[in-house]
């Protein structure tokens, strides 16, 4: 009998060609492009929450306006570091609930799709909105249920912290009992005061995330089964990377 990974990708093959167009990242790109030009330019839908509502005040500075300057990155190619390795586990029913938290725009949504995962059961939550697929929030404090989602995805957003063990906490809230959380952050060899004096402002949190074990850290005792660890090659110190950890819950 095919596992759960196995029959995602069979309906994908079967029945939704166009999420295996979507692994395309000019396609995917496009599609993301298109609805996005729709929904800023036509239905001018971009809301953020410093203008919409009350921030934690974690958050760090300058994240809004670092991100919607990020807004061009459609395809988001980034994320296959964590949505490849998410959608081959067996633990992930085949309509598992998947929450992508600090997409930007709706090319990591696309790419969860591509990757075999239903369309009506991803949802995304951001400081910044334009899609009626992702909600206008913040990771400190989620207007979600306790165990509501099967998966949650913290792609590149955990490093715009200042508390990231709150962040964690509540991430760990909103995923269910054996269910998988994915976080990566940026790796830079970097220091604070080089990415200001070279960008003009912090754009994260004022601590620098600097392994997958500190990652990790942050969830303590509730990490159960580590599925994946990408780190950065000892030849490749010296240049930006990831960082990246798949785990499951333990609760």
């Not at 989602?149 to 009992?177: C, H, N, Q």
Request: include cysteine; aromatic fraction near 8%.
């Amino acid at each position: 009998m095919p596992n759960p990974s196995q029959i995602r990708r069979y309906k994908g093959l079967a029945c939704h060609t166009l999420d295996q167009i979507l692994l395309v990242d000019l396609f995917r790109y496009g599609v993301v492009a298109i609805r996005f030009f729709w929904f800023v330019k036509v239905l001018k839908r971009l809301r953020t929450m410093a203008a919409d509502g009350a921030m934690d005040a974690a958050v760090a500075d300058n994240t809004i306006a670092h991100n919607l300057k990020g807004l061009s990155d459609l395809a988001v190619n980034r994320s296959h570091l964590l949505v490849r390795p998410l959608s081959v586990i067996e633990a992930l029913p085949v309509d598992a609930r998947v929450l992508s938290v600090g997409p930007r725009t709706e090319g990591e949504l696309m790419n969860l799709a591509a990757h075999g995962f239903a369309w009506p059961h991803i949802y995304g939550l951001d400081l910044i909105s334009y899609s009626p697929k992702i909600q206008l929030g913040d990771m400190h404090s989620t207007p979600y249920a306790d165990s509501h989602f099967d998966a949650v995805v913290m792609g590149w957003v955990l490093a715009y912290s200042e508390e990231p063990t709150k962040a964690a906490s509540e991430m760990l809230r909103i995923t269910r009992p054996g269910g998988i959380i994915a976080v990566g952050v940026e790796y830079s060899p970097q220091s604070q005061e080089q990415v200001i004096a070279e960008v003009g402002y912090l754009p994260g949190a004022k601590q620098r995330i600097g392994s997958c074990e500190q990652i990790l850290a942050f969830f303590g005792s509730a990490v159960d089964h580590v599925y994946c660890q990408h780190v950065v090659a000892p030849d490749a110190f010296g240049s930006v990377g990831a960082l990246c950890v798949i785990f499951s819950v333990r609760k």
